[in-house]
């Protein structure tokens, strides 16, 4: 038992560490959506006369 006694973390520390990776998670959505690439409607069609 001596072993799994080194192992014991401050319940505030396990607390801290749950909520970085929430907030990381988080953060991680938000990112994804930030490369939208918008459809450019300046784009005009060159027709050749033949």
């Known amino acids: ?6 192992l014991q973390y401050p319940h505030w ?12 998670l988080i953060g991680f959505a938000f990112q994804q ?6 459809p450019d409607h300046g784009v ?3 027709k050749v006369n033949d």
């Open 1 to 6: 038992m001596s072993n799994l006694s080194a």
């Open 33 to 38: 959506n930030k490369n939208v690439v918008e």
């Open 44 to 46: 005009t069609e060159v």
């Open 13 to 24: 520390l396990m607390a801290a560490g749950a909520i970085f990776i929430v907030l990381g």
